[in-house]
């Protein structure tokens, strides 16, 4: 972070002018430091949503939403997509750099053997009741892993912080597998440490006691594909959360519980399930224009779910390679005639091709597609937002760890413009009218 160039600000109230640090990162937009600004100034920015706000220093991932760039420690995403797999992602995203191939074997063998969970904690599903979603479930149970190991709380150990990172990427699967399993009144079904990280989510979704449960080899290859898609996305909603929940200095199981808790809202991850409601509510490729135009309509609050995103304004690059996938999985599985997926790309095509769209850059996004291999996989609309909850995890610890490691961090504590009542004085109640 170089520090040569600054900025003048001039309030035009007061005539006075002030300097702030310009600063540059090794890519992307210069970020005026205005750490000073309210102690010079007396001013707060403002700036909801932080449609112009960095909120840290990162190296983690950097994304080019103009040009459609997602770049993870620098490796592209589809190069990350087609030559590596999900665990060498986690690996890149935790240290900083592809692991040789000792590195990779220990690091598989660490995350498989944390992947049971505590067998206390399997009481706790018993909780819920079956129709709770599994999102709800996992807000929970993930946040109940703090009770659980009280020997890596300590974040300002970093053996603590590095044992608590492991355990909630590997046990993230288990978790997650067996919030369906209990809405599906199913046993909950053991992870098997000779599996791959998507072989064996897969392995405890679908098998069962009663019979041999064989892993298909291109089911599994996406889920891969799918979680290495997922796997960071740089300071989004969920992760920003992470980041302030833990700026307290809270534990990171309770930190990744908030982040799961942001990532639910339709907006965010939420949309890959509201694809596929949107989609059974159009219905038919006749019903296309209607809700076209109801996307158009100011007044409907309706918005094509799946499409344009707060920092992609070209195609999303995450939507290419999934693209990519769903035509795979779809050709493997031979449901060429879903009716539902003959919506979707003509949806897209019509989309793509429509002025409204097109000058908004309103873009498939990631969720358009995700959505339509999980259901083909026989994966239910309500564990959608919840895969994307596993894969994300790792994002969460990587983004974590590095608050933490940051000299520079302090609590998160945005200020605000107060637009209220001022001052006032207390009306008792027999003279309230
Ligand atoms: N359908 C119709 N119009 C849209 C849509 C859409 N999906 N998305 C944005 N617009 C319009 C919006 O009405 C606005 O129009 P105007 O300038 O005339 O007021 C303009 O495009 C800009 O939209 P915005 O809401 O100011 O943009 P944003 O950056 O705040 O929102 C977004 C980004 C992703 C929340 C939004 O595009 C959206 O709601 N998309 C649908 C939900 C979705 O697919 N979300 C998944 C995001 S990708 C995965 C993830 O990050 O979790």
């Given at each position: 972070?170089?520090?040569?160039?600054?900025?003048?600000?001039?309030?035009n109230?007061t005539?006075?002018?002030?300097?702030?640090?310009?600063?540059s990162?090794?890519?992307?937009?210069?970020?005026?430091?205005?750490?000073?600004l309210?102690?010079?100034t007396?001013?707060?920015?403002?700036?909801?949503?932080?449609?112009?706000?960095?909120?840290?220093?990162?190296q983690?991932?950097?994304?080019?939403?103009?040009?459609g760039?997602?770049?993870?420690?620098?490796?592209?995403?589809?190069?990350?997509?087609?030559?590596?797999?999900?665990?060498?992602?986690c690996?890149l995203?935790?240290?900083?750099?592809l692991p040789n191939a000792?590195?990779?074997k220990?690091?598989?063998n660490?995350?498989?053997?944390?992947?049971?969970?505590h067998?206390?904690?399997?009481?706790?599903?018993?909780?819920?009741r079956?129709d709770?979603h599994?999102?709800?479930?996992?807000?929970g149970?993930?946040?109940?892993?703090?009770?659980?190991?009280?020997?890596?709380?300590?974040?300002?150990?970093?053996?603590?912080?590095?044992?608590?990172?492991?355990?909630?990427i590997?046990?993230?699967?288990?978790?997650?597998?067996?919030?369906?399993?209990?809405?599906?009144?199913?046993?909950?079904?053991?992870?098997k440490?000779?599996?791959?990280?998507?072989?064996?989510?897969?392995?405890?979704?679908?098998?069962?006691?009663?019979?041999?449960?064989?892993?298909?080899?291109?089911?599994?290859?996406?889920?891969?594909?799918?979680?290495i898609l997922?796997?960071?996305?740089?300071?989004n909603?969920?992760?920003?959360?992470?980041?302030l929940?833990?700026?307290?200095?809270?534990?990171?199981f309770a930190?990744?519980?908030?982040?799961?808790?942001s990532?639910?809202?339709?907006?965010?991850?939420?949309?890959?399930?509201?694809?596929?409601?949107?989609?059974?509510?159009i219905?038919?490729?006749?019903?296309?224009?209607?809700?076209?135009?109801r996307?158009?309509?100011?007044?409907?609050?309706?918005?094509?779910m799946?499409?344009?995103?707060?920092?992609?304004k070209?195609?999303?690059?995450?939507?290419?390679?999934?693209?990519?996938?769903?035509h795979?999985?779809?050709?493997?599985?031979?449901?060429r005639?879903?009716?539902?997926?003959?919506?979707?790309?003509?949806?897209?095509?019509?989309?793509?091709?429509?002025?409204?769209?097109v000058?908004k850059?309103l873009?498939?996004?990631v969720?358009?597609?995700?959505?339509?291999?999980?259901?083909?996989?026989?994966?239910?609309?309500?564990?959608?937002?919840?895969?994307?909850?596993?894969?994300?995890?790792?994002?969460?610890?990587?983004?974590?760890?590095?608050?933490?490691?940051d000299?520079?961090?302090?609590?998160?504590?945005?200020?605000?413009?107060?637009?209220?009542?001022?001052r006032?004085?207390?009306?008792?109640?027999?003279q309230?009218?």
């Amino acid at each position: 972070m170089a520090e040569k160039e600054t900025v003048t600000l001039t309030d035009n109230s007061t005539g006075r002018t002030y300097e702030f640090p310009l600063l540059s990162g090794t890519i992307g937009p210069k970020v005026i430091d205005i750490r000073s600004l309210y102690a010079e100034t007396g001013h707060f920015t403002y700036d909801p949503g932080f449609t112009s706000t960095g909120s840290c220093a990162s190296q983690i991932t950097y994304i080019d939403g103009d040009e459609g760039v997602l770049l993870h420690r620098g490796y592209p995403i589809d190069a990350l997509a087609e030559h590596s797999d999900y665990l060498e992602v986690c690996y890149l995203l935790l240290n900083g750099e592809l692991p040789n191939a000792k590195q990779k074997k220990d690091f598989e063998n660490i995350i498989s053997h944390h992947n049971m969970v505590h067998e206390q904690l399997a009481t706790f599903y018993r909780g819920f009741r079956r129709d709770a979603h599994p999102m709800a479930v996992m807000c929970g149970v993930v946040g109940a892993l703090s009770a659980f190991y009280h020997d890596s709380l300590d974040i300002n150990d970093p053996k603590h912080r590095l044992i608590a990172s492991h355990r909630l990427i590997s046990k993230i699967p288990t978790l997650a597998a067996w919030a369906y399993k209990y809405s599906m009144g199913q046993p909950f079904i053991y992870p098997k440490n000779e599996l791959s990280y998507a072989e064996n989510f897969l392995h405890m979704m679908f098998a069962t006691p009663c019979e041999d449960y064989k892993v298909n080899p291109v089911l599994a290859r996406a889920m891969d594909r799918i979680l290495i898609l997922h796997a960071d996305h740089e300071q989004n909603a969920s992760t920003s959360t992470v980041r302030l929940s833990g700026s307290s200095g809270a534990n990171p199981f309770a930190c990744i519980a908030a982040g799961i808790a942001s990532l639910w809202g339709p907006a965010h991850g939420g949309a890959n399930e509201a694809v596929l409601n949107m989609l059974a509510q159009i219905g038919s490729k006749d019903r296309i224009p209607e809700f076209i135009a109801r996307a158009k309509d100011k007044n409907d609050p309706f918005r094509l779910m799946g499409f344009g995103h707060r920092v992609y304004k070209n195609y999303d690059p995450r939507a290419q390679v999934m693209r990519k996938t769903c035509h795979e999985v779809l050709d493997e599985l031979g449901v060429r005639d879903e009716p539902l997926l003959e919506l979707a790309m003509e949806l897209e095509r019509i989309a793509l091709e429509d002025p409204y769209f097109v000058e908004k850059k309103l873009y498939p996004n990631v969720d358009f597609y995700s959505g339509i291999i999980f259901r083909a996989m026989g994966i239910p609309v309500s564990m959608f937002t919840v895969l994307f909850a596993v894969a994300r995890t790792v994002g969460w610890v990587a983004q974590w760890n590095e608050m933490i490691a940051d000299p520079h961090q302090k609590i998160g504590r945005p200020r605000q413009l107060f637009t209220g009542e001022t001052r006032r004085s207390f009306v008792p109640l027999h003279q309230r009218g």
